[in-house]
């Protein structure tokens, strides 16, 4: 298939290798070094002071604003990675990034991952990581009242399973969600899901490997995956960012009109000539930084944070 891709992201594009799941700990030796490596090269920012905790389950990471109001909103993120890969650092740049754009504390989450922990496994830790934020938000000087879930591709899945969750166990209340790129549907029965079979980064092929190894022959609730939940009532607001030549496209295109039709305010942003987390893949893009600033946008509306607070692209 042709792919008539953006101009800032064709030659990145080019040099990509697939992502490959069949062997997991191999690729996930190669992605944290590669992680790592891109944050050692990243330059300093001033503007955001970086700290990590352990919660009474996974270890996190904070980016706080140095500018921030307190009690400052706050930003639950879950790294990518199709369930089985990622780690604190693969989610470093966005993070940081978010935390400076939008004036949100942003708490970067350290979720156990697939095939050694299957669902629920990694979804729990996220609840966990949302319970202890809560309990601890005098400390942490976050408000609980305004706490948003996000992340891209799996962290985008894991976080609409998470609003799902505290909704149904009447957990904490979350204010808002931002899914970008998100894995919603282990079914792959949409165009995109059975088309784009050769996509820079991430395809097909790679979208069916992902889910057996986060579901290990379990079934697949909404909860692991949020496009089969029947009622979409009383979630939280949304914003939802797809990319053209991404197989999950169109079931992130169709959870959001579904959350539309079910009441709930959403932001659907479809980008032009990009490819899965585009921004995560090639973040120095112009491209990628005006699609960070739109997340970041979406934040600052989703959490009522003042334009003042937060910092410029």
């Known amino acids: 298939m042709n792919h008539r891709l953006h101009p800032d992201l064709a030659p990145v594009a080019a040099g990509l290798p697939r992502t490959d799941f069949s062997d997991p700990a191999a690729a996930r030796a190669a992605a944290l070094a590669a992680a790592t490596a891109r944050v050692a090269a990243l330059p300093a920012d001033e503007d955001v002071q970086i700290t990590e905790e352990t919660t009474s389950g996974p270890k996190v990471r904070i980016y706080r604003p140095r500018t921030v109001t307190e009690p400052a909103p706050v930003l639950l993120d879950f790294h990518g990675g199709g369930f089985v890969l990622g780690s604190l650092d693969s989610e470093h740049g966005r993070a940081r990034d978010l935390a400076r754009l939008s004036g949100c504390v942003v708490i970067s989450v350290d979720y156990r991952l697939a095939p050694e922990h299957p669902f629920p496994a990694g979804l729990e830790d996220c609840y966990t990581a949302l319970e202890w934020t809560v309990k601890n938000a005098a400390e942490l000087r976050v408000d609980p009242g305004r706490v948003a879930v996000g992340g891209g591709s799996a962290g985008g899945g894991l976080a609409a399973g998470l609003a799902l969750l505290a909704r149904d166990r009447g957990g904490p209340a979350i204010a808002f969600q931002l899914l970008l790129c998100p894995a919603l549907d282990d079914r792959l029965r949409t165009w995109s899901a059975t088309a784009f079979t050769d996509t820079p980064a991430?395809?097909?092929?790679?979208?069916?490997?992902?889910?057996?190894?986060?579901?290990?022959?379990?079934?697949?609730?909404?909860?692991?995956?949020?496009?089969?939940?029947?009622?979409?009532?009383?979630?939280?607001?949304?914003?939802?960012?797809?990319?053209?030549?991404?197989?999950?496209?169109?079931?992130?295109?169709?959870?959001?009109?579904?959350?539309?039709?079910?009441?709930v305010p959403?932001?659907?942003?479809?980008?032009?000539?990009?490819?899965?987390?585009?921004?995560?893949?090639?973040?120095?893009?112009?491209?990628?930084?005006?699609?960070?600033?739109?997340?970041?946008?979406?934040?600052?509306?989703?959490?009522?944070?003042?334009?003042?607070?937060?910092?410029?692209?």
């Open 202 to 263: 991430f395809d097909a092929a790679a979208a069916a490997q992902m889910w057996p190894l986060y579901l290990r022959g379990g079934e697949a609730s909404a909860y692991a995956a949020p496009a089969r939940a029947e009622d979409l009532r009383g979630l939280p607001p949304a914003y939802v960012l797809t990319a053209e030549y991404d197989p999950l496209r169109d079931e992130g295109i169709e959870y959001a009109l579904r959350l539309m039709r079910a009441g």
């Open 266 to 313: 959403t932001g659907l942003q479809q980008t032009t000539g990009t490819f899965h987390v585009f921004d995560h893949v090639a973040p120095d893009a112009p491209v990628s930084r005006r699609a960070r600033a739109a997340m970041a946008e979406a934040l600052r509306a989703g959490l009522g944070i003042a334009d003042e607070s937060a910092g410029r692209p």
